[in-house]
């Protein structure tokens, strides 16, 4: 009976660690895209003539800021998440193990916000640029 317990708890950290593993994931993915946002915010391809473009452009900055400031603490706790789940293999009373899981709740609510607040972001950005873009003329 005892080792059919350990394989359950091997078998939920495993699916924890999985959690994770696709956090980091999707994060990468983030970053690529913040690379790709910051580069078009920082280009010339927008009409010069839009009323308000500067302000638009250093507000959309300055958010891309805070979110990327928000991804660095949420990975942080990602790493310290893990970490922890490492440890919680050895531990060998039922406190551990409900302690991982609202860590584990928690930091999920974290990612899930940070994702929201880019793709939130990511869509004004891309609502604004697509109206305002230089047209290519034909030559």
Not at 21 to 27: D, L, T, V
Not at 58 to 72: P, S, V
Request: hydrophobic content about 35%; aromatic content about 8%; some cysteine.
């Amino acid at each position: 009976m005892e080792n059919k317990t350990e394989d359950q708890k091997l078998d939920t950290i495993q699916k924890l660690h999985l959690d994770a593993q696709k956090w980091k994931s999707s994060f990468s993915l983030m970053n690529d895209e913040l690379v790709f946002i910051e580069q078009l915010l920082h280009s010339y391809v927008f009409e010069p003539n839009t009323s308000n473009l500067f302000e638009r452009l250093q507000d959309f900055l300055e958010r891309l800021k805070l979110i990327k400031i928000d991804k660095t603490n949420v990975q942080n706790l990602m790493v310290q998440h893990e970490n922890n789940l490492g440890g919680s293999i050895e531990c060998r009373n039922s406190k551990c193990d409900e302690d991982i899981h609202v860590e584990h709740e928690k930091l999920k609510a974290n990612v899930a916000n940070c994702f929201q607040q880019f793709q939130i972001l990511k869509s004004e950005i891309f609502n604004y640029a697509g109206g305002i873009l230089k047209s290519r003329r034909p030559d």
